[in-house]
């Protein structure tokens, strides 16, 4: 794996997981109470033994760069490891910025190929799953092929939301279209137990999707980014035009948790979806394939009389008396007495307010950070340092599915409450 440079791309606007991505990056949006999306192919990449590391960003990405520095020193030890970050700049050869995840690559190829390794690994920043990109390349590299494109098997229903492939017995792809309909999308069933799905899986899931991951022959991405200099995306125009040209394109099928949290409802599904018992669909607790972060060395956290059920409570965490069912708590999150959280993810908070800082501001009329007294959050998002103050009510009363109160320091998402980062919520509030 020596031989194989990784390239992580950070996405555009964030605009369908705004307004989480306000004041940062996609991948550094906070998961599960204390990680960010970026440590999930990050680590992937450690566990399989793949250390050269490069993320692509474009927009807010000062916070990105600190999670990474702050995290991933690859270099101890006088190794080649490092994780870096490639922010899209403009220069006089290339005076635009990044137009999309194969215009990303090819503005910076110059720096990869600088680099002596046989494949490049191409990765997203914003998804959740686990997998063992040795066995990804190394699949590739036996096939022979030119690109090989990891497929997740899926039903028809998901299947339109997807690039799908078209491939025979053996694994080749034949075909690639991009989000097909009705009998387009019929034409593209494949036989998926030919990859190891049993024959009742295989009948429920007959379609391969593209992830949206690839492994690349150094000569072949090289080619298709400086002989199409058009195209702009993977998935929609280099894929098509490396099988239109006669290369050799193979899938590598992965059936297992994958999940694309792109938008409010899908990033928050994701997150609650992890205090399932007994078995969550995606576990942290995996002691021979870690998922690592910033070590933050906090305090334990401290529980005063709480009630909690279904829930994940992160480090540093201070719970008066209140009830809490079904919810995510990050790192650092302060709940006051008579507070009822339900169905909700907390992100927590950047720093700790002494119990004098939190008094000084009651009596200036400020609000401390945290969920305050006699609360009711039900079904929402709090992002960072959030200050709810007491008796307010959070629970989307006129079941709203979007709205934007930016004056007001929330929006609703697929019905989901979101509280932006920073915002103050006054006493008695109803939302």
Avoid at 17 to 35: C, E, F
Avoid at 131 to 141: G, P
Avoid at 222 to 235: A, E, R
């Amino acid at each position: 794996m020596k031989r194989v440079l990784a390239i992580i791309l950070g996405g555009g606007a964030g605009t369908r997981l705004y307004p989480l991505t306000k004041m940062r990056a996609k991948p550094a949006v906070p998961l599960a109470g204390k990680y960010r999306l970026i440590d999930i192919p990050i680590s992937n990449c450690i566990n399989s033994n793949i250390t050269k590391m490069y993320v692509l960003t474009q927009f807010n990405s000062a916070s990105l760069n600190r999670h990474l520095s702050q995290t991933y020193d690859l270099s101890a030890g006088f190794g080649q490891g490092f994780v870096e970050v490639l922010a899209a700049q403009q220069t006089p050869e290339s005076p635009s910025w990044f137009e999309g995840t194969a215009d990303a690559v090819r503005k910076y190829q110059w720096l990869f190929q600088e680099w002596d390794v046989d494949e490049y690994l191409i990765l997203s920043g914003d998804q959740l799953y686990r997998m063992d990109y040795s066995l990804f390349v190394e699949h590739h590299r036996q096939s022979g092929a030119d690109l090989t494109v990891a497929a997740l098997p899926v039903d028809p229903q998901q299947a339109e939301a997807f690039g799908l492939m078209r491939t025979d017995a053996h694994g080749t792809i034949q075909e690639f279209r991009e989000k097909p309909k009705g009998n387009s999308l019929k034409e593209m069933a494949v036989d998926t137990s030919r990859f190891g799905l049993s024959p009742e899986s295989a009948e429920q899931k007959p379609y391969l999707a593209s992830m949206g991951i690839y492994v690349f022959s150094r000569k072949a991405l090289i080619d298709l980014l400086n002989d199409h200099p058009q195209h702009k995306d993977f998935g929609k125009e280099v894929i098509p035009e490396a099988l239109a040209g006669g290369m050799t394109l193979k899938s590598y099928v992965f059936d297992d948790y994958w999940e694309d949290i792109g938008t409010i409802g899908a990033f928050y599904e994701a997150n609650l979806a992890l205090t399932q018992q007994p078995s969550p669909p995606f576990s942290f607790y995996d002691e021979d394939f870690p998922i690592y972060t910033r070590p933050r060395y906090l305090p334990p956290s401290k529980l005063v009389d709480a009630q909690i059920t279904e829930s994940i409570i992160g480090e540093g965490t201070m719970l008066k008396s209140c009830s809490i069912h079904h919810c995510v708590l990050g790192v650092r999150s302060r709940v006051e007495n008579d507070v009822v959280l339900q169905d909700s993810l907390l992100m927590g908070a950047d720093f700790f307010e002494s119990s004098t800082e939190r008094a000084v501001l009651r009596e200036r009329g400020g609000i401390p950070v945290g969920v305050g007294q006699g609360t009711t959050v039900k079904r929402a998002i709090l992002d960072k340092n959030t200050r709810i103050g007491s008796n307010v009510t959070i629970v989307n009363k006129d079941h709203v599915e979007e709205a934007d109160r930016p004056e007001l320091g929330f929006y609703i998402r697929n019905g989901i409450v979101v509280v932006v980062k920073n915002a103050s919520i006054p006493d008695g509030t109803v939302i």
